[in-house]
């Protein structure tokens, strides 16, 4: 089974080399790792989408609780969720696709965020399966390029990962 991992990590050396290296020691895929600052400057949030059994996953998150630069640990799997990803697409500017383009822009909610040089680039946010079919909707020879960051995932209602105030 997929799952989302959030982790509050301190800011520090190494500190993310460790929790890769925790997944890749074990035999653990990493099938995507987003790493962004907080607001607090001291931590940074790591989403980690993996897959496995819930004592696989269990193991993992007692794992990820002792590492040393590991604050908080949250798998958003377990409980109601937002996730999204971005995907940016370049491709053709080309009267032959301008219907994709607009059920990109329409549909799929996208938005050309770039025109220049032949090319378009289309950005859409999401939830994996989305993107998977707006993919699809275009042909693969109209396609230049094809960019797609890592899940995003925060909890619903009052459940939090941040720091405790002091």
């Known amino acids: 089974m997929r799952h989302i991992i959030s982790i509050l990590l301190e800011n ?12 890749s020691a074990r035999g653990y895929n990493i099938e995507s790792l987003t790493v962004a600052p907080t607001d607090d400057s001291t931590v940074s949030r790591i989403t980690v989408v993996t897959g496995g059994s819930d004592e696989v996953i269990a193991q993992i998150l007692s794992q990820l609780n002792k590492l040393v630069d590991v604050v908080k640990v949250l798998n958003l799997t377990s409980d109601e969720h937002i996730e999204r990803e971005v995907l940016l697409l370049k491709l053709q500017d080309d009267k032959s696709i301008q219907d994709v383009i607009d ?3 329409g549909e799929y909610k996208g938005r050309v965020v770039n025109e220049t040089d032949g090319a378009v680039v289309v950005e859409i946010t999401g939830v994996a399966e989305k993107l998977d079919r707006a993919i699809k909707l275009v042909p693969s020879n109209a396609i ?3 960019v797609r960051s890592g899940a995003l995932g925060i ?3 009052k459940q939090v990962l941040k720091l405790e105030s002091m």
């Open 12 to 23: 520090e050396a190494g500190a993310l080399s460790r929790v890769s290296g925790l997944f």
């Open 103 to 105: 059920q990109l822009t």
């Open 144 to 146: 230049l390029e094809l």
């Open 155 to 157: 909890a619903t209602g």
